[in-house]
């Protein structure tokens, strides 16, 4: 029986549909298909019309974008070159597959001996579109609910702190690979002890990949709960540089050996930001000579004060730090004294910095105000 012009154009327009479909499915990378999609597809592709398992096969391959998958299914990871007879296992698993779904495909065998199949394109176009749309509302359920946030808040929090705590360790940062050192030990002695193993970061802040709500609460968690531990201020820039403002001010436990002046300032600056940090341990030795000019950790720079050395303004902005620890076997009274008084007092309440904040606003309005009329600031002081 001949086809009509009208029958061609609809079954046109459906071949259509179906590549509309595989369009939405496709990636440039691979094809997001199933191996039994395939099949289907290449049975829409030839409607109406009867193929066997190796024709079916030569469709998948004959599409750039199937290639990869195509090969993995029809060969059995074997080579792109390997003989027909590779495929040997494809038509019981299309059977099987037909069988499960229900597939209006057709089989029989030919003239010569062979199982062939077909299957009408209107038929190919309603099993693709339904698969589509059924894979499309469970990929959106999976998105939008997350089992672990139907826990209490209360029992996520212990969960993230149980997962994301190095307890009772450090974590040292500065070297090709990221060291843990038991915290028993101290800072200073650690030089000699052997890193201690433990599960690579990457396996237990893969929590933090989980959404964005589960971010947002458990981000924090690990960077005030943990140790961070770092070789020199250079390493110390660079890691709170990488983390960004967000995780910078989360942070409570900090040790770094002053080393590398060249970055300490950044260094330093950076780390002022932090509103939580609890204690700073300062691996240094600084000394005064004669002539009362500062030496820091043997370096040929002499500063005729400390608030030359690098870093140390941008120190004095911390406040708050309840334990200011140095290594002991270092010349650091000069240091200690300087920074103790500063870090270690209380942090100014709200109130009073933004009645700091508010201060600061009139003198510039009032600078403004003056500079706009043309008059020369005047200072005004009481007469007592």
């Known amino acids: 029986m001949s086809i009509t012009s009208a029958e061609r154009r609809s079954k046109d327009a459906i071949k259509a549909r179906i590549k509309k479909i595989v369009q939405k499915r496709q990636s440039r990378r691979r094809c997001k298909l199933s191996d039994e999609e395939l099949v289907l597809l290449a049975l ?28 993995q299914f029809l060969f059995g990871r074997t080579s792109l070159h390997a003989s027909p007879q590779g495929i040997g296992s494809l038509p019981s698993r299309i059977e099987s597959y037909l069988r499960t779904y229900g597939i209006p495909v057709h089989s029989k065998v030919d003239d010569e001996n062979n199982k062939v199949y077909s299957m009408t394109a209107g038929a190919a176009y309603a099993l693709l579109e339904g698969s589509y749309k059924k894979r499309s509302k469970a990929t959106e359920k999976k ?4 089992p672990l946030l139907e826990i209490p808040i209360e029992i996520r929090m212990k969960i993230y702190h149980l997962v994301l705590k190095v307890s009772g360790f450090r974590l040292l940062v500065g070297t090709q690979s990221l060291s843990v050192y038991d915290d028993k030990i101290t800072t200073w002695e650690s030089r000699s002890q052997d890193a201690l193993k433990m599960p690579p970061l990457n396996n237990f802040l893969a929590l933090l990949s989980v959404n964005k709500q589960v971010y947002n609460e458990a981000m924090p968690e690990f960077y005030h709960e943990n140790h961070f531990q770092f070789r020199d201020m250079g390493s110390m820039k660079n890691f709170l540089h990488n983390i960004g403002s967000e995780r910078r001010k989360h942070m409570r436990n900090v040790s770094v050996s002053y080393y590398n002046l060249s970055a300490a300032a950044a260094g330093a600056r950076l780390l002022a930001e932090s509103d939580t940090l609890q204690k700073l341990t300062l691996t240094i030795s600084a000394t005064k000579d004669p002539a ?6 043997s370096s ?3 500063f005729s004060s400390l608030t030359q050395i690098p870093g140390f303004s941008s120190m004095k902005r911390l406040r708050g730090v309840q334990q200011l620890v140095f290594n002991p076997r270092l010349e650091h009274d000069v240091v200690d004294a300087f920074l103790r008084p500063i870090i270690t007092a209380p942090k100014p309440s709200k109130l009073s910095r933004k009645k700091k904040s508010n201060k600061r606003k009139r003198k510039h309005s009032e600078l403004m105000s003056n500079h706009e009329a043309g008059q020369p600031a005047v200072k005004v002081s009481k007469i007592g």
């Open 300 to 302: 040929r720079r002499r």
């Open 44 to 71: 829409a592709n030839s409607s109406d019309q009867w193929l066997m398992t190796a024709q079916i096969g030569e469709f998948a391959m004959s599409n750039s974008f199937f290639q990869k998958q195509a090969a």
């Open 143 to 146: 998105l939008t609910t997350c």
């Open 292 to 297: 009362g000019h500062f030496t820091v950790n």
